[in-house]
C-alpha cells in the first residue's frame, strides 16, 4: 500500500488567483492521477502524471488551466490557474498500485484539497 | 472520525452466479453515497445514492441504500468476466475536508 499526503487540506481563495496543490508519496510510483470532486457531483479524473513525461489530460481538462509538474516518483503538484467560484472542489491525488491479474489495478487516495473561490 | 468499511474485501465467483457487495459507513454530515468501478485507470462512476430504499438499477447493476442502518448494496446479477474489478463507494458528507473511500471490494469472475 501507500500513503499518501497533500497540502493544503483546505483552502479559500480569490477569483483570478492560482492555487498549487502537492502531493507526496511514501514511496516511489510510477503513475500519479489528479481528480476534482465539485459539490454534488461524483469524482472527475483531470490528468494523469508519469513522471518524465506530460500529464495526460482527460476531455474538458487543459494544461493551461490545470498545470501539473511530476519532478519525481513520490511528489507531483497540481495549480489551479485563474480560478473561478466554478474551481470551488475537493481536489484528490492518488497513485495506482499493482494489482491481481485481470488488468486491475489498485489505487490509493490522498485526503484531499478543499477548495473554495470567492 | 468518519468510517467506511466494504465487505468482502475479495470476491472469487464463476459467471453466471449472483454477487452482493456492502458498504456501511459512518460519516459527518452525510449527502450522498457513490459506487465507484475501479479497473486500470480511474474509477468508473457507477451510482449515486441519496434517498433511503429506492433502488438504482442499470442493466444488470444495481444498488440501495438504507440511511437508518446506514449501509448501502450493489448487486451484480448474471456475473460476466468484464465485471471483475474493484468496486470502491465513497459516502459523501459535507463535515470532512477530504473525500472517504472504502478499501474496495476486489471483485473476480471466473469463465
Known amino acids: 500500500s501507500a500513503v499518501i499526503s497533500q497540502k493544503p487540506s483546505r483552502d479559500i481563495c480569490q477569483r483570478g488567483t492560482s492555487l498549487t496543490i502537492q502531493c507526496q508519496v511514501d514511496s516511489q510510483v510510477t503513475m500519479m492521477f489528479w481528480y476534482r470532486q465539485q459539490p454534488g457531483q461524483s469524482l472527475t479524473l483531470i490528468a494523469t502524471?508519469?513522471?518524465?513525461?506530460?500529464?495526460?489530460?482527460e476531455s474538458g481538462f487543459v494544461i493551461d488551466k490545470f498545470p501539473i509538474s511530476r519532478p519525481n516518483l513520490t511528489f507531483s503538484t497540481l495549480t489551479v490557474s485563474n480560478m473561478s467560484p466554478e474551481d470551488s472542489s475537493i481536489y484528490l491525488c492518488?497513485?495506482?498500485?499493482?494489482?491481481?491479474?485481470?488488468?486491475?489495478?489498485?489505487?490509493?487516495f490522498g485526503p484531499g484539497t478543499r477548495l473554495t473561490v470567492t | 472520525e468518519d468510517k467506511v468499511v466494504q465487505s468482502p474485501l475479495s470476491l472469487v465467483v464463476h459467471e453466471g452466479d449472483t454477487v452482493t457487495l456492502n458498504c456501511s459507513y459512518e460519516?459527518?454530515?452525510?449527502?450522498?453515497l457513490l459506487w465507484y468501478k475501479q479497473e486500470k485507470k480511474a474509477p468508473t462512476f457507477l451510482f449515486m445514492l441519496t434517498s433511503s430504499g429506492i433502488e438504482k438499477k442499470s442493466g444488470r447493476l444495481s444498488s440501495i441504500l438504507d440511511k437508518k442502518e446506514l449501509f448501502s448494496i450493489l448487486n451484480i446479477t448474471a456475473t460476466q468476466t468484464g465485471d471483475s474489478a474493484i468496486y470502491l463507494c465513497e459516502p459523501s458528507g459535507g463535515g470532512a475536508d477530504g473525500l472517504t473511500f472504502g478499501k474496495g471490494t476486489h471483485l473476480i469472475i471466473q469463465p
Open positions: 460519516v459527518t454530515n452525510f449527502r450522498s
Open positions: 492518488s497513485v495506482g498500485g499493482g494489482g491481481a491479474g485481470q488488468g486491475i489495478y489498485e489505487q490509493y
Open positions: 502524471a508519469n513522471q518524465g513525461s506530460e500529464a495526460t489530460y
